[in-house]
Nanobody, 114 residues
Framework: QVQLVESGGGSVQPVGSLTLSCVAS????????MSWYRQALGKEREWVAY????????NYADSVQDRFFISRDDADNTVYLRMNSLKPEDTARYYC???????WGQGTQVTVSS
């Protein structure tokens, strides 16, 4: 079955950086676009970034444009999210998702605070 395992979250000060990873299994990774979402406490889950198959293109939510960068390694079935210039409002649990599947992982918590 489809499995997604996110990691790399933690606590960081404002303007700091983190890189999240998501290892996928149970489907043909290279054939699926991949997205990152996040959910802050008390708020709905929101889309953050998307990358096409083979990394041919990427899209970002306005709130993270030019600060976050999504990438993928099809050899390792892994999608990454590099987060720079982090702000307190980036605090949330981050999830990856395959476009072709409705499965969610457990997510990884990112907390931005001074």
């Amino acid at each position: 079955q489809v499995q997604l395992v996110e990691s790399g979250g933690g606590s960081v000060q404002p303007v700091g950086s983190l890189t999240l990873s998501c290892v996928a299994s149970g489907f043909i990774f290279r054939l699926s676009g991949m997205s990152w979402y996040r959910q802050a406490l008390g708020k709905e889950r929101e889309w953050v970034a998307y990358i096409t198959t083979a990394g041919g293109g990427a899209n970002y939510a306005d709130s993270v444009q030019d600060r976050f960068f999504i990438s993928r390694d099809d050899a390792d079935n892994t999608v990454y999210l590099r987060m720079n210039s982090l702000k307190p409002e980036d605090t949330a649990r981050y999830y990856c998702k395959a476009v072709l599947h409705d499965t969610w992982g457990q997510g990884t918590q990112v907390t931005v605070s001074s």
